[in-house]
Nanobody, 122 residues
């Protein structure tokens, strides 16, 4: 089963933190960009953070860089999304995604995980 695999979601209180993980070893040769999207109920899927997979300087895109951080562990090919100071509006299903070209449009990324639920609530 060649799909991205997310983990780390859960329920936290506002102000809390979560770290999401995405096992992406099978996509390192197929994708130049990997990262995270999220989709809240009734809302469109939106980009959260993306990072380049190749060598050299990393190119990173953030939607909320003050609170979110993406990283790629090249030893394990695991992509992390550190979510801090979480707000109720961050509640969504978070998806790991990858593609050959950079895009913040979900339809442009070819590879997806099943999603992991992040719920921020009192």
């Amino acid at each position: 089963q060649e799909r991205l695999a997310e983990s780390g979601g859960g329920s936290v209180q506002p102000g809390g933190s979560l770290r999401l993980s995405c096992a992406a070893s099978q996509y390192m040769t197929r994708a130049n960009y990997i990262g995270w999207f999220r989709q809240a109920p009734g809302k469109a899927r939106e980009a959260v953070a993306l990072i380049s997979t190749g060598g050299g300087h990393k190119w990173v895109h953030y939607s909320n860089e003050d609170r979110f951080a993406i990283s790629l562990d090249t030893a394990t090919d695991i992509v992390y999304l550190q979510l801090t100071k979480l707000k109720t509006d961050d509640t969504a299903v978070y998806f790991c995604a990858a593609g050959r070209s950079f895009s913040i449009r979900p339809e442009d990324l070819a590879y997806w995980g099943q999603g992991t639920q992040v719920t921020v609530t009192f």
